[in-house]
């Protein structure tokens, strides 16, 4: 059997497709890998192959298929050239109810003759009326005046007249509407139009030394599919005999709009960005200048705009059970999902799900296990108590996966108890992160104001002063020691007429800046069962007299 594709199409003769057989093959997909934003589908197709030059023909392949990504490999028994590979727009087939097309056209047909009619009956209207308003004395035959003995029967038949055509036409125009009211109602009641939408058809020409069987393989890129990371979160928090364990499960969730239906297919999901642009942008020099006011033009002329530029930035922000013999009812064994296969390396990573899948085109949604790790993590409890009193177990690890945690939310469960849901960011391997596990009503934090002194200057130029401490407590009531962090903050000034200072009865914080928030610190122990740990925070700021000041929340940079 001999392998051959789309690239060594130059290594034979030029397919003559003038005089090319057309075979209208079948095929089926055999494998999706689904990216975040796109899947690249793989069908196959067996083929009976006369010798000499041929077309195949794929029919119905989805419209949103990227045809720049089509690609063919195949192999046969004898010498087979792949040449060129040609898509075309199929036209939609939509299909009608044609009873109530028909209707429709009876109805309007109906509608334009009633029109014509009113249409008549209002010229003949004006005529009368324009008849009427002629002066008695033109009304006779042979323009003479009309004898006043006669006016009377001249009022009384335009009268008459108007009244009977007054009464057509009313009648007419009730029966148009009525008309008008039923093309209404039918176009209502009429179906969307059903059928296949517009798809595309695959021409591949191929070129055989020998009458042969051949199987062939067509890969293409589609859009409307796409799968988003998501994760289970289990800690157990262990104890004073055993060690906190934490089983972070990667999950994938797929959906797709792409056309065509998924049945038994070899499904991976990639971390690939297969429609993210593939190389950084280009960045162009900005020259900054004085600007200059336009200058007019002579009368009549046409004045320039200035056009105002604007700069944009773009950022671009990760998608058969097992079967065991059934054991005594005495010794039950434990469910476990399935797991996929991870394959990465230093640019991506792709998981293959087990088994064969299927995916609806219909955007519905399917989740899938995609692989489980167990780390030991370090617990820590952390208070921000100027904002909430609680303490919070967070639980730190790192990642040590061969793939990236992409961005996804996270569902939380502690000691079997779901608690919440959080959400990560990239998280690249080896690096690390926090996950939030809920309230620990075994750690009590308490934050109070100690002292608060404010001046009110006496004198012209004297400056303003503003005095506070604060006292924080924080207490351990399990019976195993825990690490607390309590994070509190004082603010900061970036103009030289305002001035802070820590007050030295504040207790050294063991981290003075936290990230890169200026002014927000954090103090760290480890405290036995029972243990009561005490922080004080004092601060002063001066500003002068006849100025006010605001506290304002700082952005922090990313």
């Known amino acids: 059997m001999r392998r051959f594709s789309l690239a060594a199409a130059a290594a034979f003769t030029p397919v003559a497709v003038a005089s090319a057989a057309e075979i209208e093959a ?17 069908r196959v197709l067996d083929l009976e192959l006369p010798a000499g030059a041929s077309n195949v023909l794929l029919k119905g392949l989805p419209y949103a298929l990227d045809p ?36 429709l056209k009876s109805l309007r047909s109906d509608r334009e003759g009633w029109q014509v009619t009113i249409d008549a009956l209002t010229a003949k209207q004006e005529m009368i009326k324009h008849f009427g308003q ?22 009384d038949a335009i009268g008459t007249a108007l009244a009977k055509v007054g009464d057509e036409l009313r009648s007419a125009r009730a029966r148009a509407r009525d008309i008008d009211e039923e093309i209404k109602a039918v176009e209502a009641s009429r179906p969307r139009p059903t059928g296949k939408p517009p798809l595309r058809d695959i021409t591949i020409a191929l070129d055989a030394g020998g009458a042969t069987k051949a199987k062939l393989s067509v890969t293409y890129r589609v859009s409307g599919a796409s799968w988003r990371p998501t994760y289970d979160a289990k800690l157990d928090t262990g104890g004073a005999s055993r060690k906190p364990a934490l089983d972070l499960v990667r999950r994938a969730e797929i959906t797709q709009r792409t056309g065509e239906d998924w049945s038994d297919v070899a499904l991976a999901v990639s971390t690939t960005r297969a429609l993210r642009g593939a190389q950084a942008p280009d ?82 949604s399917k989740n899938f296990a995609l692989a489980t790790r167990r780390y030991e993590p370090a617990l820590i409890v952390k208070s921000a108590p100027e904002l909430d009193p609680t303490a919070y177990l967070e639980a730190h690890i790192e990642n040590a996966e061969d793939a990236p945690l992409l961005p996804g939310s996270v569902s939380v469960q502690r000691d079997g108890a779901f608690v919440g849901r959080g959400s990560i960011g990239v998280i690249a391997p080896g690096e690390g992160f926090d996950l939030g596990f809920g309230a620990d009503d075994r750690v009590k934090v308490v934050r109070v104001p100690v002292k608060k002194k404010e001046n009110e200057p006496t004198w012209y130029n004297q400056s303003k002063v503003d005095a506070r401490e604060f006292k924080t407590t924080v207490r351990n009531l399990h019976d195993f020691p825990i690490r607390a962090t309590i994070v509190d903050r004082i603010p900061f000034s ?17 981290e003075k800046q936290v990230g890169d928030k200026r002014g927000v610190m954090a103090w760290s122990y480890e405290l036995k069962p029972q243990e009561q740990k005490e922080i004080r925070l004092g601060w002063r700021m001066k500003w002068p007299a006849d100025r006010d000041v605001v506290f304002q929340t700082a952005p922090v940079p990313k």
């Open 26 to 42: 079948r095929s089926r997909i055999d494998s999706v890998t689904v990216y975040p934003d796109a899947a690249l589908v793989t």
């Open 68 to 103: 720049a990504s089509l690609r063919v490999a195949g192999e046969g028994g004898a010498a087979l050239a792949i040449g060129s590979v040609e898509s075309r727009v199929a036209p939609a087939d939509v299909k009608t109810d044609t009873a109530i097309d028909a209707r």
């Open 134 to 155: 002629a002066s008695p004395e033109k009304l006779s035959p042979e323009a003479k005046p009309l004898e006043v003995s006669q006016w009377n029967g001249a009022f």
């Open 283 to 364: 960045l162009q020099p900005e020259r900054i200048a004085f600007w200059e006011p336009p200058i007019p033009m002579a009368a009549g002329a046409a004045r320039r705009e200035a056009a105002p530029m604007a700069k944009s930035m773009q950022m671009d922000a990760a998608r058969d059970r097992l079967a065991a013999p059934a054991p005594p009812a005495s010794m039950p064994v434990q469910a476990e999902e399935q797991q996929a296969t991870l394959s990465a390396d230093a640019w991506q990573a792709s998981f293959l799900v087990p088994g064969r899948i299927s995916v609806p085109a219909d955007g519905a």
């Open 494 to 510: 970036e103009n030289t007429a305002i001035t802070v200072e820590l007050l030295p009865q504040t207790t050294a914080p063991t």
